[in-house]
Protein backbone atom coordinates (compact mmCIF):
# COMPACT_ATOMS: atom_id res chain seq x y z
CA UNK A 1 0.00 0.00 0.00
CA UNK A 2 1.22 3.18 -0.68
CA UNK A 3 1.24 6.10 1.73
CA UNK A 4 2.47 9.89 1.09
CA UNK A 5 2.61 11.81 3.86
CA UNK A 6 3.29 15.63 3.90
CA UNK A 7 4.72 18.56 6.09
CA UNK A 8 5.86 21.70 6.39
CA UNK A 9 2.89 23.54 5.55
CA UNK A 10 1.57 26.47 7.83
CA UNK A 11 1.52 30.33 8.56
CA UNK A 12 4.04 32.58 7.04
CA UNK A 13 3.90 36.58 6.11
CA UNK A 14 4.28 37.44 2.28
CA UNK A 15 7.98 37.24 1.03
CA UNK A 16 8.38 34.20 3.39
CA UNK A 17 9.81 31.13 2.62
CA UNK A 18 8.67 27.44 3.36
CA UNK A 19 9.94 24.17 2.72
CA UNK A 20 7.55 21.25 2.34
CA UNK A 21 8.31 17.85 2.77
CA UNK A 22 6.42 14.02 1.31
CA UNK A 23 7.59 11.20 2.16
CA UNK A 24 7.16 7.75 0.93
CA UNK A 25 6.18 5.81 4.19
CA UNK A 26 5.49 2.31 2.60
CA UNK A 27 7.08 1.24 -0.82
CA UNK A 28 9.65 2.39 -2.71
CA UNK A 29 10.24 5.53 -4.16
CA UNK A 30 11.79 4.09 -7.32
CA UNK A 31 8.19 2.28 -8.74
CA UNK A 32 6.94 5.90 -9.67
CA UNK A 33 7.84 7.58 -12.91
CA UNK A 34 6.78 11.17 -11.70
CA UNK A 35 6.32 13.02 -8.49
CA UNK A 36 4.79 15.79 -7.78
CA UNK A 37 3.24 19.24 -6.03
CA UNK A 38 -0.28 20.64 -6.81
CA UNK A 39 -2.58 22.85 -4.45
CA UNK A 40 -5.72 23.76 -4.41
CA UNK A 41 -7.38 26.84 -3.39
CA UNK A 42 -10.60 27.86 -2.06
CA UNK A 43 -13.36 27.44 -4.72
CA UNK A 44 -10.33 26.59 -7.46
CA UNK A 45 -9.15 23.25 -9.32
CA UNK A 46 -6.65 21.36 -8.21
CA UNK A 47 -3.52 22.65 -10.36
CA UNK A 48 0.37 21.32 -10.92
CA UNK A 49 2.91 23.64 -9.25
CA UNK A 50 5.94 21.02 -9.58
CA UNK A 51 6.92 17.80 -11.11
CA UNK A 52 9.96 15.92 -11.42
CA UNK A 53 10.27 12.45 -13.40
CA UNK A 54 12.56 9.53 -12.41
CA UNK A 55 15.05 10.91 -15.07
CA UNK A 56 15.18 14.33 -13.31
CA UNK A 57 13.24 16.02 -15.83
CA UNK A 58 11.38 19.34 -13.81
CA UNK A 59 8.40 20.62 -14.55
CA UNK A 60 6.77 24.16 -12.54
CA UNK A 61 3.72 26.33 -13.35
CA UNK A 62 4.58 29.86 -14.91
CA UNK A 63 3.31 31.07 -11.39
CA UNK A 64 6.06 29.88 -9.60
CA UNK A 65 8.96 29.70 -11.75
CA UNK A 66 11.48 31.35 -10.29
CA UNK A 67 10.65 31.30 -6.55
CA UNK A 68 9.83 27.46 -6.08
CA UNK A 69 11.88 24.75 -6.48
CA UNK A 70 11.02 21.08 -6.31
CA UNK A 71 13.87 18.37 -5.67
CA UNK A 72 13.41 14.64 -5.06
CA UNK A 73 16.21 12.34 -2.48
CA UNK A 74 15.44 8.88 -3.91
CA UNK A 75 17.94 7.60 -0.47
CA UNK A 76 15.14 9.04 1.52
CA UNK A 77 11.96 8.09 -0.31
CA UNK A 78 11.27 12.37 -0.34
CA UNK A 79 10.04 15.08 -2.28
CA UNK A 80 10.12 18.75 -1.56
CA UNK A 81 9.17 21.81 -2.72
CA UNK A 82 11.09 25.25 -1.07
CA UNK A 83 8.94 27.95 -1.33
CA UNK A 84 10.11 31.65 -1.37
CA UNK A 85 8.98 35.02 -1.60
CA UNK A 86 5.92 33.88 -1.01
CA UNK A 87 2.48 35.65 -1.54
CA UNK A 88 -1.31 35.53 -1.14
CA UNK A 89 -1.90 33.93 -4.08
CA UNK A 90 -0.31 30.97 -2.79
CA UNK A 91 -2.27 30.29 -0.17
CA UNK A 92 -3.76 26.60 -0.71
CA UNK A 93 -3.80 23.08 0.15
CA UNK A 94 -0.44 21.13 -1.03
CA UNK A 95 -0.81 17.59 -2.16
CA UNK A 96 2.12 15.48 -2.98
CA UNK A 97 1.88 13.26 -5.66
CA UNK A 98 3.26 9.62 -7.16
CA UNK A 99 2.51 8.55 -10.47
CA UNK A 100 3.59 4.76 -11.37
CA UNK A 101 4.54 3.94 -15.03
CA UNK A 102 0.86 2.43 -15.16
CA UNK A 103 0.11 6.64 -15.01
CA UNK A 104 -1.79 5.95 -11.72
CA UNK A 105 -1.42 8.12 -9.09
CA UNK A 106 -1.25 8.62 -5.90
CA UNK A 107 -2.07 11.49 -3.28
CA UNK A 108 -1.15 13.00 -0.40
CA UNK A 109 -3.59 14.06 2.90
CA UNK A 110 -2.47 17.39 1.90
CA UNK A 111 -0.99 19.88 3.69
CA UNK A 112 -1.97 23.73 4.29
CA UNK A 113 0.01 26.62 3.04
CA UNK A 114 -1.33 30.27 4.04
CA UNK A 115 0.24 33.23 3.21
CA UNK A 116 -0.43 36.56 5.14
CA UNK A 117 -0.49 39.75 3.55
Known amino acids: QVQLVESGGGLVQAGGSLRLSCVLV?????????MGWYRQAPGKQRELVAS???????NYADSVKGRFAISRDNSKNALYLQMNSLNAEDTAVYYC??????????WGQGTQVTVSA
Open 97 to 106: SAADFSSYTY
Open 26 to 34: SGNIFRFNA
Open 52 to 58: ISSGGRI
